[in-house]
């Protein structure tokens, strides 16, 4: 880690927590509650009330449901960063080298 890295961490911390919280709104929490929902609404009516007619049918299903909120998981993960490295450069001007200290805030 480099000395620039330790005298802004503090400040990227707060950015990077500022950042999440501005962008996890009440319309993307319920998208993602929703998300996280449907996997087991299907296993439920799957076991319940009818069955697939296959089994490779079923696994491609359950595979699809359980990769969906996990790809807006980690899309909004990408717009946090990318949300975060473009405040840092904003900042760099008032903070020299904080946008290089972003950069390794960002890969650790």
Do not use: C
Not at 19 to 46: D, H, R, S, Y
Not at 88 to 97: I, V
């Amino acid at each position: 880690m480099s000395d620039n890295f330790e005298k802004h961490k503090a400040a990227l911390d707060d950015l990077y927590r500022q950042t999440k919280e501005e962008l996890w709104t009440p319309p993307f929490a319920t998208l993602v509650l929703v998300m996280f929902g449907i996997p087991f609404i299907t296993i439920f009516f799957n076991v319940a009330v009818f069955s697939f007619g296959h089994w490779l049918v079923a696994l491609i299903v359950y595979l699809a449901e359980a990769a969906a909120p996990l790809f807006i998981l980690y899309r909004h993960r990408q717009e946090i960063r990318e949300t975060v490295r473009k405040k840092a450069l904003a900042m760099d001007a008032a903070n020299p080298g904080i946008y290089e200290a972003s950069k390794e805030y960002l890969r650790v």
